[in-house]
């Protein structure tokens, strides 16, 4: 738990500068094209977890996925899991941003303000959210998403 504690803190220390460091706004459209399809997997996962489609949901994260929360630290298997104890009735995204370390990594932030409940207990807020992507033998897959809620 604590190696994957530290993992978080350097990927959340390694990527602020990286989504600050944005500022072209002559993207080419390659580049557009390459956001739009990672936040297009973004709102896939969202989509997939708000209707209970595991399935789906699994084959948008790498089998060494990672959420981190304030509850707790997820694998794949905890999140597939909390998926039947959440009932998401809407979501929306806000100050979305893509960046891309690498060609083969990107990092997505934004915020996401939803109406759910989990085990029981409200969760509706806004919440400050980050997803880092790999890209693995062609295909983007989720490695890591991490919540904190606002204010």
């Known amino acids: 738990m604590k190696k994957r504690f530290i993992l978080f803190c350097v990927t959340f220390i390694a990527?602020?500068?990286?989504?600050?460091?944005?500022?072209?706004?002559?993207?080419?459209?390659?580049?557009?094209?390459?956001?739009?399809a990672i936040t297009d997997l973004e709102k896939s996962a969202w989509e997939a977890y708000k209707n209970k489609q595991a399935d789906a949901f699994r084959k948008l994260l790498s089998k060494d996925y990672c959420g981190v929360y304030p509850e707790g630290i997820k694998t794949l298997d905890t999140e597939v899991a909390d998926m039947a104890?959440?009932?998401?009735?809407?979501?929306?995204?806000?100050?979305?941003?893509?960046?891309?370390?690498?060609?083969?990594?990107?990092?997505?932030?934004?915020?996401?303000?939803?109406?759910?409940?989990?085990d029981g207990?409200?969760?509706?807020?806004?919440?400050?959210?980050?997803?880092?992507?790999?890209?693995?033998?062609?295909?983007?897959?989720?490695?890591?998403?991490?919540?904190?809620?606002?204010q």
């Open 15 to 36: 990527a602020a500068p990286i989504c600050f460091a944005q500022a072209s706004p002559s993207k080419s459209d390659k580049s557009a094209s390459k956001e739009t």
């Open 121 to 150: 207990k409200d969760a509706s807020g806004t919440y400050n959210s980050a997803s880092v992507y790999i890209k693995q033998s062609g295909k983007w897959l989720a490695v890591f998403h991490g919540e904190a809620k606002t």
């Open 85 to 118: 104890k959440t009932d998401m009735r809407e979501y929306s995204f806000a100050d979305t941003k893509v960046a891309f370390p690498s060609a083969s990594v990107a990092v997505i932030t934004y915020k996401v303000t939803l109406q759910a409940t989990s």
